[in-house]
């Protein structure tokens, strides 16, 4: 009996459905369905109980399906310290990248990585939309903001402070604001996250908060396209600094108003298990650490951020 049979055979008892496991598992619903009756062929008994609608489980997978998982887990945390002890780093990375970060540096990065770890294969899912570790078959992920959900394992990266920017050439034909209040007359380009417009930005400035309700007339759930829009002189965004690092070191877009601070927020490389920590994880949360640190120093330098970031 193969191993990926009864990987597989879990799968379908999670999903109660072979299309969706073979979906999980990126292999066909007829290759998942013959691995399912391979095991049941073996055991001499069948595990699931198939009607029109549905899998349920039969009386002989409820008492096989826990035992089958435990003992898989038992051989994978086996297989994973001896990875551990050796420091193989190895296997398939299955990763969520933000649509401006992750095209823009990290794709970078992770090519730099595979080029030193050649024995590692790489699978990303870009998206600016929230992540379900089990729909979207990835492993780790890297996010804005820190987990909400308990049951993840995650690794802060580096705090983030945002950035109001634009072009000159954008302000030199439509002024410069130098208060929040001045933004009332400004174009806003919007991130926008199931149909929500993010268009009230919240600034700080020694303990003092303001709120203020942009209009614009630009908004894409896609950051990158938002900070395309910036680089052209269509507006003003509130950005990442790390998304618009190269644009702001460049001089293509310049910082806002900087005694008054966007909200700020953290990055996180995010897990959905421990056993989703591997070797080859925990290099990359230290290569992604030390990418941003060298991109917040370069900004410190430039007098774009203050000192304060790297606390």
């Not at 030193?116 to 089990?134: A, E, G, H, Q, W």
């Given at each position: 009996?193969?191993?990926?049979?009864?990987?597989?055979?879990?799968?379908?008892?999670?999903?109660?459905?072979?299309?969706?496991?073979?979906?999980?598992?990126?292999?066909?619903?007829?290759?998942?369905?013959?691995?399912?009756?391979?095991?049941?062929?073996?055991?001499?008994?069948?595990?699931?109980?198939?009607?029109?609608?549905?899998?349920?489980?039969?009386?002989?997978?409820?008492?096989?399906?826990?035992?089958?998982?435990?003992?898989?887990?038992?051989?994978?945390?086996?297989?994973?310290?001896?990875?551990?002890?050796?420091?193989?780093?190895?296997?398939?990375?299955?990763?969520?990248?933000?649509?401006?970060?992750?095209?823009?540096?990290?794709?970078?990065?992770?090519?730099?990585?595979?080029?030193?770890?050649?024995?590692?294969?790489?699978?990303?899912?870009?998206?600016?939309?929230?992540?379900?570790?089990?729909?979207?078959?990835?492993?780790?992920?890297?996010?804005?903001?820190?987990?909400?959900?308990?049951?993840?394992?995650?690794?802060?990266?580096?705090?983030?402070?945002?950035?109001?920017?634009?072009?000159?050439?954008?302000?030199?034909?439509?002024?410069?604001?130098?208060?929040?209040?001045?933004?009332?007359?400004?174009?806003?380009?919007?991130?926008?996250?199931?149909?929500?417009?993010?268009?009230?930005?919240?600034f700080s400035q020694q303990g003092a908060e303001y709120k203020v309700k942009m209009s614009g007339n630009?908004a894409s759930n896609d950051g990158d396209l938002v900070k395309r829009w910036c680089v052209s002189g269509?507006?003003?965004?509130?950005?990442?600094?790390?998304?618009?690092?190269?644009?702001?070191?460049?001089?293509?877009?310049?910082?806002?108003?900087?005694?008054?601070?966007?909200?700020?927020?953290?990055?996180?490389?995010?897990?959905?298990?421990?056993?989703?920590?591997?070797?080859?994880?925990?290099?990359?949360?230290?290569?992604?650490?030390?990418?941003?640190?060298?991109i917040l120093h370069q900004l410190i330098e430039k007098e774009i951020l203050d000192n304060s970031v790297?606390?």
């Open positions: 009996m193969l191993l990926e049979d009864l990987q597989v055979v879990l799968k379908v008892a999670e999903f109660r459905n072979i299309t969706a496991a073979a979906t999980n598992l990126d292999m066909r619903t007829a290759t998942a369905s013959a691995a399912l009756k391979r095991v049941e062929k073996a055991l001499g008994a069948e595990l699931f109980i198939r009607t029109t609608r549905q899998l349920r489980l039969s009386s002989a997978g409820e008492r096989y399906i826990p035992q089958c998982e435990q003992a898989l887990l038992m051989l994978d945390q086996a297989r994973q310290n001896m990875k551990d002890d050796l420091d193989i780093i190895d296997g398939e990375l299955r990763i969520a990248l933000s649509s401006d970060l992750g095209r823009n540096l990290v794709i970078p990065w992770l090519d730099e990585f595979m080029q030193s770890y050649p024995s590692v294969r790489l699978k990303t899912n870009i998206s600016d939309s929230n992540i379900d570790f089990y729909r979207d078959s990835v492993d780790i992920a890297l996010r804005y903001g820190s987990p909400n959900d308990a049951n993840l394992y995650g690794f802060k990266i580096c705090n983030i402070p945002g950035i109001l920017c634009a072009t000159q050439e954008y302000l030199d034909k439509n002024g410069t604001p130098v208060h929040p209040h001045d933004l009332a007359s400004h174009n806003g380009l919007f991130y926008q996250l199931y149909d929500i417009i993010h268009d009230v930005w919240e630009r269509k507006g003003l965004a509130v950005k990442s600094c790390i998304d618009m690092s190269a644009e702001l070191i460049s001089g293509k877009v310049v910082n806002v108003m900087p005694e008054f601070k966007p909200r700020a927020t953290e990055l996180w490389l995010v897990c959905p298990s421990r056993q989703s920590i591997t070797p080859a994880v925990r290099l990359l949360r230290n290569t992604f650490r030390e990418k941003t640190k060298a790297l606390s």
